[in-house]
């Protein structure tokens, strides 16, 4: 297991001057693969952006293992509703963009380069849809197509805007089995999440936000009705005789 | 065979065929490889907006300085400057959106040009702005084009990577620090200066046509982006020479003719590309069973 950490101090990200993320303090150990939870307009993609680079933040500071935080180390993943399925790429060329990030514009596309490629869509278990244009994948091939981007990238934390969404549950199963070797490896995986019931199965430990951090632990000890009714504001988890709200 | 070579060559016994052929192989080629960031970040209207709003900008050069191209050059530069700024400044600043100030600042940048046309001593014609005049292409007007293309290609080729990123998903883009405000504009700067040059050659209205119909047609045909950029480099430039060759022989408007030769191979595509054309996937779909089929076992095996 990695030693390595992601350091969140005193976080507030603001929207237009109104904040959205208020003074988040978190230390997060990689090799763990993290839900963050929370109702619309919790703050999830503004805590999102604000990990990645997107935003400035209006306080606080994001590093990586104390030594600052890089562009290659941080990867955001988005929803899979928002990127152009039809470009002209391979599940390859895709996997081949995390280097560029590495190359910058010009370095030489090396031998070193295609061995990491190779590497990150074998993990992923794509070698042998390498050439299939993107659009001819199913959901859940196509998140982890993006992944072995990350993984080409060389990538230490992967933040993922709601991954599961729009998977059956085999597909579900398949990619929570990527992400856990992802893990495995000594990375750190958030994923924003909203279907409650299957946290449990998908995530060592979950962040529950609400424009400020409720609570953070092993799902375990603090993925509890106490914490959800918190972090929701209602009664939210889908007990039989309680009505269900979806985030 | 020898009759069509010289069907071919015949027509450029005469200088200002020469000077056509030249100019339309650097303006089909360079459109053609910009014609990849216009389908691909779906900057068609856009284009077509900033088009008509170069009228206005060239109106004032003539008025000003007669039809000196480097005058004309500026003219339109300041005019395709003027309406992308007023749309972005309009958009931000109240709730009007990107493509409503754009289709009405273009809507009157264009009547104002011609309203100032109306004013010029000299006699223009509207026609040569809108089609062009590619046989009368002087060497004043062939250095714009040539300058324009040792611009605009070396820069697209440059920045072929951060663009393709930025292309793909600009928020992933803009996470590992490439700056898409920056290179967005870049381009739209690029399209303003390829407009510009193809201006005299073949009009702004056939320009567009020339800017869009070389990527659009291989588009069907490949999933990779080095090929759409130089596929479409390539087939502008062709299509452009043999739609001027067609032109001299059928002895019709030579921008028109490029542009509908480009029409027709587009058309062609659609409907026979093996890949993405509608033929294509007319005869496939009863394979979708069987596609649908292998997917799912894909899955099964990595289970």
Known sequence: MSSHRLEIRDLTVSYHRIPAVHHVNLELRCGNCIALLGPNGAGKTSFFKALVGLVKPETGSVSLGGHGRLHHDIVYLPQRENVDWDFPVTVRGLAQMGRYTRLGWWRRFGAKDHEAVDRALATMELSGLAHRQISALSGGQQQRAFLARALAQEAHVMLLDEPFTGLDRPAQALLAHAMQRIVDAGNLVIASHHDLKTVPELFQQVIFLNGELIAFGDTAATFTEANIDKAYGTQAFAGAHRHHHHA | MSDFMGWLSEPFRHEFMQRALFGCALIGFTNGCLSTFIVLRRLALMADALAHSLLPGLAVAILLFGLAPAGLFAGALVAALIVAGGTQLISHSSRIKED?????????AFSLGLVLLSLSPVHVEIQHYLFGNILG???????????????????????????????????????????????????????????????????????????????????????SFTTLFWGGGLLGMLSSCLGLVVSYWLNLPSGACIVLLMGAIFLAALLFSPRYGVLARFFRKRHMHDQSLARWQGDAAER
């Open chain 2, 100 to 108: 409503t100030s754009l289709g009405l600042l273009f809507a009157c």
């Open chain 2, 137 to 223: 292409l002087a060497n004043g007007d062939l250095w714009i084009i040539y300058a324009i293309s040792l611009v605009v290609l070396p820069l697209l080729i440059a920045l072929e990577r951060p663009l393709f990123l930025m292309m793909f998903e600009p928020s992933i883009a803009a996470s590992q620090g490439i700056r898409i405000g920056a290179l967005n504009y870049l381009l739209i700067g690029a399209l303003v200066l390829s407009m510009i040059s193809s201006l005299q050659a073949v009009g702004v209205i056939l320009a567009l046509g020339m800017l869009i119909a070389p990527a659009a047609t291989i588009y069907l045909f490949s999933d």
